[in-house]
């Protein structure tokens, strides 16, 4: 370790995972810990990264670093396959807070962050995150951690969320949160820290069970119990406050929002094809498939079946999907130039086919669809269609872009992408057959401490995180720091002001590749295809 800088407070940081700003606003007056942060420091949205999902965005709140910078995108390498790459604490290619802090000197403590499995070494311990697989309990550093803490103590649960009832799920959730809460406050007691970062997962994992079409029967009771388990959390954070002095800063924070429930669908590859850039194969094996996979489609969007999905089993939702997700065999691609693909219900994307496009070609079509796409956005009575249409360049920045697709759209809160052929461009959908709400772009933060300018009300990036936590210890960012230290937050002259000016090449610990077993990775992909991400 090199030596330490200058003297400077702790810092607190929670992760609330999936807090979206309109749910605070509306139950603000119910969360009493939360409203006071936010009254006594600075606080506002927090733009999250594109796609806003929990790996992407966690990554790049720790690290300061945009997705394509820490190695983090979580787009698939193949638009037509369902899985995606191993995902764990080696796949990260940066060094986040707990390595920057570590390395100046800093004693660090974290806890259920996203990709921290298998767990790493720090200068303090770490516990690892939901990504654990099931039935592992080799997931802390040191190892002899794991006998200090509550001995139920578990990173996820062992059973997939969509294929529980909801009192069973609940009182699982209630039970796990319980011994994380235990556990984390004996941490923040009775270990040493200078830096300390606990994301609660179950504040997300309720939200994708309970957030319902506020048209639907239950959705108002939905609402309370999800309601009911932040008012558990908040209190938790009021025990937390409690067992630290007043000279920490507490930064709280979710990586994202959690988005309403789509009611109008558009069929991006139709318009796709309208416009002369894609072509669907009308003959041959694939069209029978497509032509029933487009009315099964239909068929899932009726109000009855809506209705009664949540009783289908989750094998046979999956098979469903499956069956009806668009086929590669489905497009000619020697008559295609561009295909859209859904990532997650408000995140999309273009791609340009490369093998029929060179460079000069493909910048060119990306400039003439980008133009396409506003106009649709335009045209479109009722509100439009998207909240933002942006190239790759203007998302990602550092190593080979060339791999990641060309166009990336953002789905205003009303509309879902979908990606089949389905013979028409727009289509309502049926109260009862909307698919589950999922990420928004926008979460929150709340910055409170000594040095924090209170009341004030502002918007950052989610890569701003990182850089402010490291000005509130006195630390240089590290090399190809991509957010900015939010001084506005500061009182002037505290924390020093030359902290987060200087920039300082940092080791990433660990890295490289990890034997990933395929039981660990079907794990992981079921805990992703419970929450709806795949």
């Known amino acids: 370790m090199s030596e330490s800088p200058g003297q400077s407070g702790k810092v607190l940081v929670i992760g609330l995972d999936g807090l979206d700003p309109e749910f605070l606003e509306r139950h603000l007056g119910e969360l009493p810990v939360l409203r006071n942060l936010a009254e006594k420091g600075a606080s506002g949205r927090l733009r999250s990264t594109i796609p806003p999902f929990s790996l992407t965005a966690w990554t790049s709140a720790m690290s300061g670093m945009n997705p394509a910078r820490t190695g983090v995108t979580c787009l698939p390498a193949d638009d037509f396959s369902d899985s995606i790459p191993p995902l764990n604490s080696r796949t ?14 800093r004693k660090v403590g974290v806890v259920n962050v996203p990709l921290t499995y298998p767990p790493e070494p720090v200068n303090g311990f770490m516990i690892s995150c939901f990504l654990t697989p099931a039935g592992e309990t080799k997931f802390t550093y040191p190892a002899s951690l794991r006998e200090e803490i509550h001995p139920d103590y578990r990173p996820a649960f062992d059973f997939r969320q969509d294929t529980v009832a909801a009192d069973f799920f609940l009182d699982q959730l209630y039970r796990l949160t319980a011994n994380q809460f235990e556990s984390v406050e004996y941490l923040v007691r009775n270990k040493p820290w200078d830096l300390f970062l606990y ?19 239950g959705a108002g009771e939905a609402e309370k119990i999800m309601v009911d388990y932040f008012r558990y959390a908040d209190a938790f954070l009021g025990r937390l406050l409690a067992a630290v002095d007043r000279s920490t800063t507490i930064v709280i924070l979710s990586d994202h929002g959690f988005g309403k429930v789509p009611s109008r669908y558009v069929y991006l590859n139709s318009w796709l094809e309208r416009e002369g850039y894609l072509s669907f194969r009308r003959s041959g094996s694939g069209t029978l498939k497509n032509f029933l996979a487009a009315h099964i489609r239909t068929l899932g969007k009726s109000r009855l079946l809506g209705l009664l999905k949540p009783r289908i089993p989750a094998r046979l939702r999956t098979g469903f999907h499956d069956f009806t997700r668009l ?10 130039r561009a295909h859209f693909y859904l990532f997650m219900h408000h995140t999309g994307y273009i791609r340009i086919n490369r093998e029929r496009c060179g460079p000069r070609e493909r910048e060119r079509l990306r400039g003439e669809i980008i133009a396409g796409l506003e106009r649709l956005d335009r045209s479109r009575p009722g509100g439009r269609i998207f909240s933002r249409i942006c190239s790759r360049e203007e998302i990602f920045r550092g190593g080979d872009l060339s791999s990641l697709p060309d166009i990336f759209l953002l789905f205003a809160p009303e509309w879902l992408g979908q990606a089949g052929d389905c013979g028409e461009i727009f289509q309502e959908i049926p109260l009862g057959g909307r698919p589950n709400a999922t990420h928004r772009i926008d979460g929150v933060f709340i910055l409170a401490g000594p040095d924090v300018v209170p009341g004030l009300k502002l918007d950052l990036e989610i890569t701003d995180i990182a850089p402010t936590v490291c000005r509130l210890l006195s630390l240089p960012l590290p090399e190809g720091t991509d957010g900015r230290v939010a001084r506005e937050c500061f009182s002037p002259g505290r924390p020093p002001a030359a902290a987060g000016t200087a920039f300082r090449r940092y080791e990433r610990p660990g890295g490289g590749e990890m034997e990933w077993k395929r039981e660990a990775q079907e794990d992981a992909l079921g805990k992703l295809r419970a929450l709806g991400y795949l």
Do not use: C
């Open 327 to 336: 086929r590669k065999e489905w497009i000619n691609w020697d008559k295609t």
């Open 92 to 105: 990260v290619k940066v060094p986040r807070l707990w390595d920057v802090a570590g390395q100046m000197g």
């Open 199 to 217: 994301v609660l997962s179950g504040t997300d994992w309720i939200q994708h069970y309970f957030v319902k079409d506020p048209g639907l029967p």
